[in-house]
């Protein structure tokens, strides 16, 4: 077997060990002669996966039973309708922070539910290279939330720290989520597609604040209520159990490496690598990202001409590195590093670019 080196933006990179521990028990999971993709969603064994990998999230993030959380199918995109169907009512308006191409999507989403404000735009030229400071904030008198997006996926940015406000604040971190301590309770909601940074894809997780749960509309369709999904514990109907199966898995597998805390020294080592060659070649190998709004889990960067990104990206993958092409909207190259992704892997591709500068220079 020889395993790649995985820099893809979503789906991926898992642990090595959490797969290895799928395979083992894919064909008889825990004894009970079948596969947990053959189980029950109300079977014991699944009950267990289910409320294990909710008491894992609340236990890496510090929460109290303040906060619940549930699982959704759909991926995040589902979330950008469904936060504002649940909470944007008449006469509120839904402010939104626009910091790139899934934050539009957000917005697009919520204006079918009533009025957005953006709060802030920092594009140039359609290019999002930085995040706004707190004080460029324009924030609504009546606003139902503050949506952001803490890490944006495409243009390779990031939320270093993330701003104090008055409506309940709404955080999509779907490529960012348990990348690092932070304080979740400032949250009312937070949601993420687990295929980034926990997970394969098929389920969104949503880790809501009850008593903001408690202030959602009353007429929204069962399958895109928070309410109910809360009540019946996500049971509603049939859940996507081996997604969430793996997510449990990986969540156990980030305690075990130490918990957030451990992580963050980790992706930080991670991102100062790879930052730091793009630093010392900072003519050939060029970052347009504004450097205290750069991301430590999608670093992106450019090469002197689209010819030698095309070579770059084929000579990586020749020596195993696969993954690294840019979002076809921006171009260019990313490297996505997330929590799976080791210091071995981030080396390789730091040790190519010196080889390949050397060489094409
Ligand atoms: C990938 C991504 C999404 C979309 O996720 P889906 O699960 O495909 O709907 C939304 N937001 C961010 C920040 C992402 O990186």
């Known amino acids: 077997m020889s395993r790649v080196f995985n820099f893809s933006a979503g789906p991926a990179c898992l642990p090595l ?5 799928a395979k083992e028990e894919l064909l008889d999971y825990a004894g009970t002669g079948k596969s947990i993709m053959e189980s029950s969603h109300r079977s014991p064994e699944y009950d267990h996966i289910h409320n294990e990998a909710q008491d894992l999230f609340k236990e890496l993030l510090g929460l109290n039973d303040d906060f619940k959380v549930l699982f959704f199918g759909g991926g995040a995109s589902a979330q950008f309708a469904m936060l504002p169907m649940n909470f944007l009512k008449e006469g509120q308006v839904a402010d939104y922070v626009v910091t790139g191409t899934w934050s539009k999507k957000a917005v697009k989403e919520a204006k079918l539910f009533g009025d957005v404000n953006i709060a802030a735009d920092p594009s140039v030229d ?11 904030l324009r924030l609504s008198e009546n606003a139902a939330y503050l949506h952001l997006t803490s890490n944006n996926t495409i243009a390779g940015t990031q939320w270093h720290d993330f701003p104090d406000v008055k409506c309940p604040l709404v955080a999509d971190m779907s490529s960012d989520f348990l990348w690092r301590p932070f304080d979740a309770n400032k949250f009312s909601m937070i949601y993420a597609g687990a295929q980034k940074n926990l997970g394969p894809s098929g389920v969104c997780a949503v880790i809501i604040r009850k008593d903001f749960l408690e202030s959602a509309k009353e007429k929204v369709p069962s399958m ?16 996507p159990c081996f997604p969430i199966y793996m997510v449990g898995k990986n969540l156990r597998w980030l305690k075990n490496k130490g918990g957030l805390a451990a992580l963050e020294r980790e992706n930080r080592a991670k ?7 793009i630093g010392k070649h900072a003519d050939y190998y ?24 095309k070579k770059f990206i084929a000579e990586a ?14 171009g260019g190259i990313r490297v996505s590093i997330y ?23």
């Open 339 to 361: 929590n799976a992704v080791s210091i071995n892997a981030v080396q390789s591709v730091c040790d190519f670019m010196e080889s390949f500068l050397k060489e094409n220079g």
């Open 286 to 309: 060029r970052c347009p990202v504004d450097v205290d709004s750069r991301s430590l889990m999608n670093v992106v960067f450019r090469l002197p001409t689209e010819a030698l990104e």
């Open 126 to 136: 359609g290019n999002f290279v930085r995040i706004p400071k707190a004080e460029e």
């Open 317 to 330: 993958k020749e020596k195993g590195m696969i993954g690294l092409k840019g979002h076809r909207s921006v």
């Open 17 to 21: 060990e959490i797969l290895e521990e």
């Open 271 to 277: 991102g100062e690598l790879l930052y730091g060659t």
């Open 224 to 239: 895109f209520s928070y309410g109910v999904q809360a009540e019946k514990n996500s049971l509603f109907n049939t859940p």
